[in-house]
């Protein structure tokens, strides 16, 4: 269970990402997460919604987008999306890949509220 | 008037310990000192591992060990009783190690080891997640866990440089298929190599030791 550490490190992009816009609130979360980022989604909403109380990000929704893993074959060039995490192309059973997606844990954006 | 406004932000979340891990791995490689770290869940051998590596290794080759567990100093004063410096980590109940921990031990080590072991703590899950500044990275798998487990821990699998096939001796006695755990790691992680010891019985342990000396014949002509 990293989860915990994962959001207190999200907490602390959320408190400079508010200072720098000069916002008073954060509104909503979007976070990208990989098949294999190694962290569960369901772990890091529970995380979220205990850590964000009493924050900048008290009353922000959490969205979190599920990424598949995506690799690029270096034999015949073609992608394979492999919902089974078996590192084979698809297409001509080359295990020479490369991951391009799937791996991620990314805080992609946010809503922020701002005073004039 | 309150405005509402989206911003892009587009930052990894473990950005912050890829970073610490980055200039550890350069300071390490800068030193000439093959850097290595254990995974695998609780009582798999890491221990027992890095003590056969001692007796093999050392003192012709001069080897530090750094300790990750919750609590006590168990381990470490296992590995000094083989006369080698040890430095124990206790996360205090955190279930991995994380780089800074790493950092902040850096001013102990040696800069004439020419190994650096690090005994993450004995967890399948979350230690994958943390890159320590390692080099390789070890994943050990005991017989007695079962021969299913690569495909449940997919990501301590495909991180992985190695995977260690653990207590090879107890085999002959278990429902574990090696070849099965083979398979399925390899489908996972082509690129795994792979070795099936017992540091019981010394099987297997030479070609593990001949594959590290080889990794750090590399590491030091390429960046010499």
């Known amino acids: 269970m990293h989860e915990l550490s994962i959001v207190a490190n999200l907490f602390e992009l959320l408190e400079e990402q508010?200072?720098?816009a000069g916002a008073q609130k954060i509104t909503l979360v979007k976070l990208k997460v990989g098949v294999l980022s190694g962290v569960v989604?369901?772990?890091?909403?529970?995380?979220?919604d205990i850590y964000k109380k009493d924050t900048i990000?008290?009353?922000?929704?959490?969205i979190i987008e599920t990424v598949p893993l995506r690799l690029l074959c270096h034999q015949c060039h073609q992608e394979t999306i492999r919902d089974d995490i078996v590192f084979t192309c698809a297409h001509c059973g080359s295990t020479r890949l490369e991951k391009k997606e799937?791996?991620?844990?990314?805080?992609?954006?946010?809503?922020?509220?701002?005073?004039? | 008037m309150?405005?509402?406004?989206?911003?892009?932000?587009?930052?990894?979340?473990?950005?912050?310990?890829?970073?610490?891990?980055?200039?550890?791995?350069?300071?390490?490689?800068?030193?000439?000192?093959?850097?290595?770290?254990l995974l695998s869940s609780p009582g798999a051998g890491k221990t027992t591992l890095l003590e056969k590596l001692a007796k093999e290794l050392s003192p012709a080759?001069?080897?530090?060990?750094?300790?990750?567990?919750?609590?006590?100093?168990?381990?470490?004063?296992?590995?000094?009783?083989?006369?080698?410096?040890?430095?124990?980590?206790?996360?205090?109940?955190?279930?991995?190690?994380e780089a800074k921990m790493i950092g902040n031990l850096f001013p102990q080590i040696p800069p004439d080891l020419d190994f650096l072991f690090i005994e993450n703590v004995g967890?399948?899950?979350?230690?994958?997640?943390?890159?320590?500044?390692?080099?390789?990275?070890?994943?050990?798998?005991?017989?007695?866990?079962?021969?299913?487990?690569?495909?449940?821990?997919?990501?301590a699998f495909t991180t992985a440089d190695c995977l260690v096939i653990t207590k090879a001796d107890l085999i002959p006695h278990l429902?574990?298929?090696?070849?099965?755990?083979?398979?399925?790691a390899l489908e996972l992680n082509p690129q795994l190599k792979i070795f099936t010891i017992s540091a019981l019985t010394g099987e297997g342990i030479q070609d593990l030791v001949a594959f590290l000396l080889q990794q750090l014949q590399e590491l030091r002509s390429s960046h010499a």
Do not use: M
């Open chain 2, 175 to 184: 429902p574990f298929d090696p070849a099965k755990v083979i398979q399925e």
């Open chain 1, 41 to 48: 989604p369901e772990l890091l909403q529970t995380a979220f």
């Open chain 2, 61 to 97: 080759y001069r080897l530090g060990v750094i300790e990750g567990d919750i609590e006590t100093q168990r381990d470490a004063e296992r590995i000094r009783a083989q006369g080698i410096p040890a430095w124990q980590i206790t996360t205090g109940g955190a279930c991995h190690l």
């Open chain 2, 2 to 37: 309150t405005k509402r406004k989206e911003r892009l932000v587009l930052q990894d979340l473990l950005g912050s310990n890829k970073k610490i891990a980055n200039e550890i791995r350069e300071k390490l490689i800068q030193q000439g000192i093959l850097t290595a770290n």
């Open chain 1, 57 to 62: 990000a008290t009353e922000a929704e959490l």
């Open chain 1, 18 to 20: 508010a200072k720098e």
């Open chain 2, 123 to 155: 967890n399948l899950v979350c230690p994958a997640s943390y890159d320590l500044g390692e080099k390789l990275r070890l994943v050990l798998l005991s017989s007695p866990e079962g021969d299913d487990k690569p495909k449940k821990y997919p990501k």
């Open chain 1, 102 to 116: 799937g791996t991620e844990l990314i805080l992609e954006k946010i809503e922020l509220e701002i005073d004039d």
